[in-house]
């Protein structure tokens, strides 16, 4: 065994002595400090040959040591490695065999293309021209040829396609006019022809083989797709003149439909709503048949809607079927801007309404010179097996001669409103609004609202601003929450900072922060309003909820 280093000798696996590092012509440096090339204790064994390179015209071998990783091989002249002869001449051949056998497969692979190339020719259903060339163009399984007797030679091609007494066409050496012919009068078999071959670039052929591709619309297809924009336009709240005045929407379907489709107006959207609605209402009727025969009665719901002097009565019907699965469908939707928002008025409509959908019958006499209407037949109620309308009193008095009871969600909103409005109740939010404008306003005020929460522990936050119409008292819920958690913190901030406070700028509608200040029990009223709007409004959106008679507050005002 032979240390590795300068004046040291190696030593192969079969016992041989190489000469040591550096006392041949060539003198190998280590390859960084750490390398331990250079040291008197280290001992080298050849384990196998991995490559060879010239370095200067000079041969070179990648020696791998035994024991050590492929990070520590060097390549070695041939200085270093005497009695390695054998093992270099075995390497030498091993990459000669090695490269003969990569030629051999590289030619193999060669001849098997080339003798694959002359089996396609030779089953090719083409047919020699007369200059020995070959007809492959798939455009020739619509032409048959005709040759002149003495000379071989393609003189003229007649289009199968065409009515037999067509003349035939002259050919002239390629397939253009053919293709052009095919093109301008079958347009079908060019379609196929050139989907076939993939061919959709050239020259003028590519125009007419994209005209081609463009989808046929017909009548029952053009009404089908006029029903479906009416649909979507509908569900998604567009405006119903959509179509006929937004030019990038025709655009759209110009780019897929060339001219074969144009999108509807306005005149054919509102005729294919209400068809769409007719088709609707159908649907609704035969569910309400079925649900009768089965012995089952819906339920329906109903309430008044007003904006701008437009009023809506609308009306839902909803119920179980015998699997217990809910559904629910809007019955109708009335105009009620021109008529009384009575009783009366209410539970007519409602009746004829529940009436034309096949729930019970409802019939009446016209109006005689004193205005009295006779009612013929009015068996609806029968069919009806319950009714949840709004709390007003109209609706409540026209609801009468239905089993039922009002809205929960109104009922709750009722409750609360008549709380907040309260007196003792309403001048405390009067003071936490304005408490919640000077912090929300005032840079001073949020900096030392901030200082007392962090003293605190407290999440550094503002109150939440009461702008919640949504529900009309959701805003009163959120900012009773946050003062009755940042109470600690509120009081510091009076008891630290009353002049700053003071000298603060006011609020926008010339308030000062001191004259919001909660004093006294004002601090009992805001934990109890939390307590009672949390619970009605988990009450109003999770009506799932059972709540114990225990958790249940009673308000002591």
Same mark, same amino acid.
């Given at each position: 065994m032979g240390k590795r280093g300068r004046g040291s000798k190696r030593q192969s696996a079969s016992g041989v002595t190489l000469r040591a590092q550096g006392t041949g012509p060539i003198k190998r440096t280590q390859q960084s400090p750490f390398d331990p090339a250079g040291s008197d204790e280290v001992e080298y064994v050849v384990d196998t040959i991995k490559a060879e390179r010239?370095?200067?015209c000079i041969p070179q071998w990648l020696i791998g040591w035994k024991g050590y990783s492929d990070a520590a091989d060097t390549w070695e002249p041939i200085d270093n490695l005497v009695g390695h002869e054998q093992a270099i001449k075995a390497f030498r051949e091993r990459r000669k065999e090695e490269a003969e056998e990569e030629s051999a497969s590289f030619a193999a692979k060669k001849k098997k293309r080339k003798e694959e190339a002359e089996k396609s020719k030779q089953d090719d259903d083409g047919f020699e021209d007369a200059f020995g060339g070959k007809r492959r163009s798939a455009c020739w399984k619509h032409f048959t040829i005709q040759k002149d007797p003495e000379t071989g030679k393609i003189t003229s091609v007649k289009c199968t396609l065409c009515p037999?007494?067509?003349?035939?066409?002259?050919?002239?050496?390629?397939?253009?006019?053919?293709?052009?012919?095919? /093109? /301008?009068?079958?347009?079908d078999a060019f379609s196929q022809i050139s989907a076939a071959s993939g061919d959709v670039n050239e020259g003028s052929s590519a125009q007419g083989t994209i005209d081609e591709l463009v989808p046929q619309v017909s009548a029952e297809k053009r009404d089908e797709l006029h029903k479906l924009i009416s649909l979507w336009l509908v569900r998604c709240r567009r405006p119903l003149t959509l179509p006929e005045h937004d030019a990038e929407f025709r655009d759209i379907f110009q780019c897929i439909f060339k001219d074969q489709y144009t999108p509807p107006t306005y005149k054919l959207v509102m005729q294919n709503v209400l068809a769409i609605s007719a088709e609707a209402k159908l649907r609704v009727v035969w569910y309400l048949k079925e649900l009768l025969n089965e012995g089952i009665l819906p339920s329906i719901g109903g309430d008044i809607w007003s904006q701008g002097g437009i009023s809506v009565f609308g009306i839902l019907v909803?119920?179980?079927d015998k699997n217990f699965v809910y559904h629910e469908r809007l019955l109708a939707a009335i105009p009620f801007s021109d008529v009384r928002h009575t009783g009366s008025e209410l539970e007519r409509a409602t009746k004829v309404a529940c009436a034309s959908f096949g &729930?019970?019958?409802?019939?009446?006499?016209?109006?005689d010179d004193d205005d009295v209407v006779t009612v013929l037949e009015d068996t609806v109620s029968d069919f009806i097996h319950a009714t949840c309308s709004d709390?007003?009193?109209?609706i409540v008095n026209g609801w009468r001669c239905f089993d039922g009871h009002e809205c929960c969600d109104h009922t709750i909103a009722l409750i609360v409103k008549a709380y907040l409005d309260h007196p003792r109740v309403r001048k405390v939010f009067m003071k936490l609004r304005g408490m919640t404008m000077h912090f929300n306003h005032s840079v001073i005020g949020s900096k030392l609202l901030r200082q007392c929460q962090k003293r605190h522990d407290l999440p550094e936050s503002k109150p939440p601003q009461d702008n919640d119409t949504r529900t009309g008292w959701g805003g009163a819920?959120? !900012?009773?929450?946050?003062?009755?958690?940042? !109470? +600690?913190? &509120? !009081?510091?901030?009076? +008891?630290?900072?009353?002049?700053?406070?003071?000298?603060a700028v006011p609020n926008p509608d010339g308030s000062v922060y001191k004259t919001h200040q909660l004093v006294g029990d004002e601090w009992d009223v805001v934990r109890e309003s939390m307590y009672l709007l949390t619970f009605e409004f988990e009450c109003l959106y999770d009506p799932n909820i059972l709540y114990p008679a225990s958790t249940r507050y009673t308000s002591s005002i």
């Open positions: 010239l370095s200067g037999p007494e067509n003349a035939p066409m002259p050919f002239s050496g390629n397939t253009t006019n053919l293709r052009s012919h095919l /093109s /301008s009068c079958h347009k909803y119920w179980l &729930i019970g019958e409802y019939r009446r006499d016209a109006a709390n007003a009193s109209n819920c959120k !900012q009773a929450t946050w003062y009755c958690e940042n !109470q +600690v913190a &509120i !009081q510091l901030y009076d +008891v630290d900072n009353p002049t700053k406070a003071a000298t």
